[in-house]
């Protein structure tokens, strides 16, 4: 009788350890899905917030590319973005947001991505991000070209069976972002992806030595010569056109600062900015000078370049003529000062460019 109690005591102590084992075990997988979904989580929100991967993302998908440089098209303000593919920095796609069944799985322990999420269910691919992106434009624009972004991520989670060792997990809040998107879920994320702030400067002139500038009738605006590049931050000048004297710029929005001489501009002289697509002109300043004198204008403008294939030009326009005198760019002085890098003595027109955003 004493053999079959402690019998049976020992049998009741090994069912204990196994209830023991096999709790440890959930507990064990429990925490590993933890980690995992949070690893998830945080490296989707590290791709998104990488500039290099974020500049592959760009690049990549056509419903971006009003963010890129190179298109005229701004993006509007308050527009949803959902059918977009993220890329890593390596130019390798990271997760498909346009497609319904591309998600995670947890099988390996780590945030794999996989291809057969149901929202009906299915274990090995159980977890998903429901990627969305809102242009925010600033000033109160309708439209912009570097807005800020608000990217949001709703947790999708869809197993085949409660048996899922995630659905005992208190994280697991499927409830969040499905009205509206201020209700977020705990696996949910939102941030605010700001455009870089980029100052990107450029100038150009009409440096010589020997040139002479030509008369000026009066009467009619003539295109003054710029010849030279002298620096382009970032490629923000797309091209200097010798022959027609045309600047062409990257879209943004721009402070120019002219600088224009004058020789015998007896009647007195106009400056302008002029946009040789839309014949839209911008007045930078005038001047005068007596009859073997010089004189220069130098005036800003501010204006913004909606398309890259417009061309501006400086031009000036003179009230009175003066065969006399080479006088719209000056009278070339080949014996003075030294020619230091080789581009020319005489700066007679010079065109500053600082660019933002």
Sequence with gaps: MELIVVMAIIGLMGLGTTALVNNLVKLNTKSNTKSTLFSLRDQMIKTLKDEESWA????????????????????????VVTNFVIYNRQNVIYFRANNGTHGFTDKTGENISCTTYNAAGNNDCPYRYDVRLRFICNFGLDSCKSPDIIIQGDFKYSPADDLHIANSMELIDTAGGEVGWEARGKMDFEFRKSQ??????????????????GNCNSG??????LNYINYNHNNTLISLNNPNSSVQMKLGFYTCEIKAESYGAIGGFKIRLYNAHTTDSMIVGSGYSAQDT????????????TNTNHFYRIQ?????????????????KPNYGVDLDGIGINRYTIMTCTRKG
């Design 56 to 79: 592959q993302t760009v690049a990549n998908n056509p419903s971006l590319s009003c963010l890129r440089e190179d298109n005229n098209t701004k993006c509007n303000n308050n527009a």
């Design 196 to 213: 870089p702030d980029k100052i990107d400067k450029f100038q150009v002139m009409f440096a010589t030595t020997n040139t002479p500038g």
């Design 220 to 225: 009619n605006w003539r295109t003054r010569s």
């Design 294 to 305: 010089s004189t220069v204008v130098i005036g800003s403008v501010d204006f913004e370049v």
């Design 316 to 332: 000036h326009y003179c009230f009175q003529d003066n065969p006399a005198h080479n006088f719209d760019m000056g009278i070339p």
